[in-house]
Protein backbone atom coordinates (compact mmCIF):
# COMPACT_ATOMS: atom_id res chain seq x y z
CA UNK A 1 0.00 0.00 0.00
CA UNK A 2 0.94 3.80 -1.12
CA UNK A 3 -0.79 6.17 1.59
CA UNK A 4 -0.53 9.47 0.12
CA UNK A 5 -0.13 8.28 -3.80
CA UNK A 6 -2.38 10.09 -6.22
CA UNK A 7 -2.51 9.24 -9.83
CA UNK A 8 -0.81 11.19 -11.97
CA UNK A 9 -1.08 12.40 -15.72
CA UNK A 10 0.08 9.18 -16.89
CA UNK A 11 -2.57 7.21 -15.16
CA UNK A 12 -0.25 5.19 -12.67
CA UNK A 13 0.69 6.15 -9.25
CA UNK A 14 2.84 4.64 -6.48
CA UNK A 15 0.31 2.14 -6.11
CA UNK A 16 0.96 0.72 -9.62
CA UNK A 17 3.46 -2.17 -10.13
CA UNK A 18 5.62 -2.68 -13.11
CA UNK A 19 4.14 -5.36 -14.55
CA UNK A 20 1.07 -2.77 -14.71
CA UNK A 21 2.55 -0.26 -16.59
CA UNK A 22 4.22 -2.47 -18.60
CA UNK A 23 0.70 -3.95 -19.97
CA UNK A 24 0.77 -4.69 -23.21
CA UNK A 25 4.09 -3.19 -24.47
CA UNK A 26 5.91 -5.38 -26.56
CA UNK A 27 9.69 -4.76 -25.94
CA UNK A 28 11.26 -7.20 -28.93
CA UNK A 29 14.44 -5.88 -29.86
CA UNK A 30 15.51 -3.71 -27.42
CA UNK A 31 18.21 -4.37 -24.71
CA UNK A 32 18.32 -3.21 -20.99
CA UNK A 33 21.73 -3.61 -19.32
CA UNK A 34 20.19 -3.65 -15.05
CA UNK A 35 22.34 -3.33 -12.66
CA UNK A 36 21.74 -4.88 -9.31
CA UNK A 37 19.70 -7.49 -10.62
CA UNK A 38 19.65 -10.43 -8.61
CA UNK A 39 17.52 -8.96 -5.76
CA UNK A 40 15.03 -6.22 -5.10
CA UNK A 41 14.16 -3.49 -7.36
CA UNK A 42 17.18 -4.32 -9.82
CA UNK A 43 15.33 -7.93 -10.34
CA UNK A 44 12.08 -7.20 -10.45
CA UNK A 45 13.12 -4.51 -13.37
CA UNK A 46 15.21 -7.17 -14.50
CA UNK A 47 12.29 -9.70 -14.33
CA UNK A 48 9.76 -7.30 -15.80
CA UNK A 49 11.78 -6.59 -18.72
CA UNK A 50 12.40 -9.71 -19.88
CA UNK A 51 8.45 -10.76 -19.34
CA UNK A 52 8.03 -7.86 -22.08
CA UNK A 53 10.59 -9.56 -24.49
CA UNK A 54 13.52 -7.33 -23.69
CA UNK A 55 17.23 -8.63 -23.61
CA UNK A 56 18.33 -8.28 -20.55
CA UNK A 57 21.88 -8.11 -19.11
CA UNK A 58 22.23 -8.79 -15.55
CA UNK A 59 25.29 -6.29 -14.72
CA UNK A 60 26.19 -8.09 -11.39
CA UNK A 61 29.18 -8.27 -8.70
CA UNK A 62 28.16 -11.50 -7.76
CA UNK A 63 27.75 -14.41 -10.55
CA UNK A 64 26.80 -17.29 -8.52
CA UNK A 65 23.85 -15.34 -7.33
CA UNK A 66 23.27 -14.07 -10.64
CA UNK A 67 23.22 -17.34 -12.61
CA UNK A 68 20.20 -18.66 -9.55
CA UNK A 69 18.36 -15.46 -10.48
CA UNK A 70 18.64 -15.91 -14.21
CA UNK A 71 17.63 -19.95 -13.84
CA UNK A 72 14.45 -19.20 -11.90
CA UNK A 73 14.02 -16.13 -14.62
CA UNK A 74 14.00 -18.38 -17.52
CA UNK A 75 12.15 -20.66 -16.00
CA UNK A 76 9.16 -18.91 -15.00
CA UNK A 77 9.70 -16.76 -18.49
CA UNK A 78 10.12 -19.61 -20.90
CA UNK A 79 11.24 -16.80 -23.78
CA UNK A 80 13.06 -14.83 -22.21
CA UNK A 81 16.65 -13.50 -22.99
CA UNK A 82 19.21 -13.12 -20.29
CA UNK A 83 22.77 -12.88 -19.99
CA UNK A 84 24.84 -11.67 -16.98
CA UNK A 85 27.93 -9.33 -16.79
CA UNK A 86 30.66 -9.60 -13.65
CA UNK A 87 31.53 -5.90 -12.77
CA UNK A 88 34.93 -5.51 -11.27
CA UNK A 89 34.89 -3.34 -8.46
CA UNK A 90 37.95 -4.66 -6.88
CA UNK A 91 40.29 -1.52 -6.72
CA UNK A 92 40.08 -0.32 -3.73
CA UNK A 93 43.02 2.27 -4.04
CA UNK A 94 41.07 4.03 -6.92
CA UNK A 95 38.20 4.47 -4.38
CA UNK A 96 40.58 6.07 -1.83
CA UNK A 97 42.04 8.49 -4.60
CA UNK A 98 38.34 9.27 -5.67
CA UNK A 99 37.32 10.15 -2.19
CA UNK A 100 40.18 11.92 -1.23
CA UNK A 101 40.33 14.04 -4.58
CA UNK A 102 36.73 14.44 -4.66
CA UNK A 103 36.58 16.40 -1.05
CA UNK A 104 39.34 18.53 -2.30
CA UNK A 105 37.37 19.45 -5.49
CA UNK A 106 34.98 22.53 -4.39
CA UNK A 107 31.84 20.38 -4.39
CA UNK A 108 29.78 20.31 -1.77
CA UNK A 109 30.31 16.67 -0.96
CA UNK A 110 32.55 15.57 1.76
CA UNK A 111 32.88 12.02 1.01
CA UNK A 112 36.65 11.76 4.06
CA UNK A 113 33.94 12.10 6.83
CA UNK A 114 31.92 9.10 5.91
CA UNK A 115 28.40 8.25 7.22
CA UNK A 116 26.79 5.15 5.15
CA UNK A 117 22.97 7.43 4.71
CA UNK A 118 24.75 10.54 3.88
CA UNK A 119 27.00 8.70 1.40
CA UNK A 120 24.00 7.11 -0.15
CA UNK A 121 22.22 10.41 -0.52
CA UNK A 122 25.07 12.11 -2.26
CA UNK A 123 25.61 9.20 -4.65
CA UNK A 124 22.05 9.64 -5.62
CA UNK A 125 22.67 12.89 -5.89
CA UNK A 126 25.84 12.38 -8.05
CA UNK A 127 23.61 10.24 -9.97
CA UNK A 128 21.19 12.87 -11.19
CA UNK A 129 23.66 15.36 -11.70
CA UNK A 130 24.88 12.98 -14.44
CA UNK A 131 21.82 12.19 -16.23
CA UNK A 132 21.04 16.00 -16.44
CA UNK A 133 24.87 16.76 -18.19
CA UNK A 134 24.56 13.53 -20.40
CA UNK A 135 21.43 15.00 -21.37
CA UNK A 136 22.18 18.30 -22.06
CA UNK A 137 25.50 17.07 -23.91
CA UNK A 138 22.94 14.83 -25.85
CA UNK A 139 20.81 17.70 -26.82
CA UNK A 140 23.86 19.92 -27.68
CA UNK A 141 25.26 17.11 -29.78
CA UNK A 142 22.28 16.78 -31.82
CA UNK A 143 22.42 13.17 -30.68
CA UNK A 144 18.73 10.78 -30.46
CA UNK A 145 19.96 9.48 -26.82
CA UNK A 146 17.69 10.36 -23.99
CA UNK A 147 18.61 10.41 -20.55
CA UNK A 148 16.46 10.43 -17.40
CA UNK A 149 16.84 9.99 -13.71
CA UNK A 150 14.28 7.91 -11.38
CA UNK A 151 12.74 7.66 -7.88
CA UNK A 152 12.18 4.28 -6.88
CA UNK A 153 10.50 5.71 -3.53
CA UNK A 154 10.51 4.41 -0.53
CA UNK A 155 10.48 0.17 -0.95
CA UNK A 156 11.33 -2.35 1.49
CA UNK A 157 14.41 -3.71 -0.33
CA UNK A 158 17.66 -5.19 2.03
CA UNK A 159 19.23 -1.42 2.05
CA UNK A 160 17.55 -1.53 5.71
CA UNK A 161 19.60 -4.27 6.99
CA UNK A 162 22.36 -2.43 8.72
CA UNK A 163 19.91 0.44 10.05
CA UNK A 164 17.66 -1.66 12.99
CA UNK A 165 16.26 1.76 13.34
CA UNK A 166 14.74 2.00 10.02
CA UNK A 167 14.10 -1.75 9.85
CA UNK A 168 12.28 -1.57 12.94
CA UNK A 169 10.00 1.71 11.63
CA UNK A 170 9.07 -0.21 8.10
CA UNK A 171 8.17 -3.10 10.26
CA UNK A 172 5.64 -1.28 12.13
CA UNK A 173 4.33 0.64 9.45
CA UNK A 174 5.75 -0.33 6.40
CA UNK A 175 2.13 -1.37 4.53
CA UNK A 176 1.13 2.95 5.13
CA UNK A 177 4.17 4.14 3.67
CA UNK A 178 7.00 1.91 2.02
CA UNK A 179 6.26 0.69 -1.44
CA UNK A 180 6.72 -3.26 -2.58
CA UNK A 181 9.68 -3.86 -4.85
CA UNK A 182 7.12 -5.01 -7.42
CA UNK A 183 5.98 -1.30 -6.63
CA UNK A 184 9.39 0.64 -6.30
CA UNK A 185 10.75 -1.20 -9.81
CA UNK A 186 7.16 0.49 -11.46
CA UNK A 187 8.51 4.05 -12.40
CA UNK A 188 12.04 2.38 -13.54
CA UNK A 189 10.01 0.29 -15.72
CA UNK A 190 7.49 2.78 -17.31
CA UNK A 191 10.68 5.48 -18.58
CA UNK A 192 12.63 2.32 -20.03
CA UNK A 193 9.67 0.74 -22.14
CA UNK A 194 6.29 3.45 -22.09
CA UNK A 195 5.56 5.37 -25.28
CA UNK A 196 5.01 8.12 -22.96
CA UNK A 197 8.66 9.03 -22.45
CA UNK A 198 9.67 8.59 -26.26
CA UNK A 199 12.17 11.62 -26.97
CA UNK A 200 11.73 12.46 -23.35
CA UNK A 201 14.90 13.60 -21.55
CA UNK A 202 16.61 15.23 -18.96
CA UNK A 203 14.03 14.53 -16.67
CA UNK A 204 13.35 13.74 -12.91
CA UNK A 205 10.43 10.89 -12.57
CA UNK A 206 8.97 9.64 -9.18
CA UNK A 207 5.70 7.29 -9.34
CA UNK A 208 5.86 7.33 -13.17
CA UNK A 209 5.57 10.90 -13.41
CA UNK A 210 7.83 13.53 -14.15
CA UNK A 211 8.54 15.76 -10.44
CA UNK A 212 10.43 18.27 -8.91
CA UNK A 213 13.72 17.50 -8.06
CA UNK A 214 15.53 18.96 -5.27
CA UNK A 215 17.23 22.77 -6.53
CA UNK A 216 21.06 21.29 -5.73
CA UNK A 217 20.24 18.36 -8.11
CA UNK A 218 19.37 21.32 -10.62
CA UNK A 219 22.33 23.28 -10.67
CA UNK A 220 23.72 22.80 -13.93
CA UNK A 221 27.40 24.52 -13.00
CA UNK A 222 27.64 21.85 -10.46
CA UNK A 223 27.10 19.03 -12.95
CA UNK A 224 29.23 20.09 -14.97
CA UNK A 225 31.97 20.36 -12.53
CA UNK A 226 31.02 17.12 -11.28
CA UNK A 227 31.12 15.72 -14.79
CA UNK A 228 34.88 17.46 -15.47
CA UNK A 229 35.99 15.86 -12.19
CA UNK A 230 34.76 12.50 -13.25
CA UNK A 231 36.18 12.76 -16.50
CA UNK A 232 39.84 13.57 -15.22
CA UNK A 233 39.51 10.83 -12.42
CA UNK A 234 38.78 7.97 -15.06
CA UNK A 235 41.49 9.09 -17.89
Not at 8 to 32: D, H
Not at 54 to 69: G, K, L, S, Y
Not at 147 to 154: D, E, I, K, L, Q
Not at 190 to 196: D, F, I, R, S
Amino acid sequence: MWLFSRKGSSGFSGYSTAEEVTQEIIGNGLTAIVTGATSGIGAETARVLALRGVHVIMAVRNMAAARDVKEVMERDIPSAKIDAMELDLSSMASVRKFASEFNSSGLPLNLLMYHSLSAYGQSKLANVLHANELARRLKEDGVEITANSVHPGVVDTDIFRHHSLFRGLVNLVGQLIVKSVQQGAATTCYVALHPNVKGVCGKYFGDCDITKASSQSNDADLARKLWDFSTDLVK
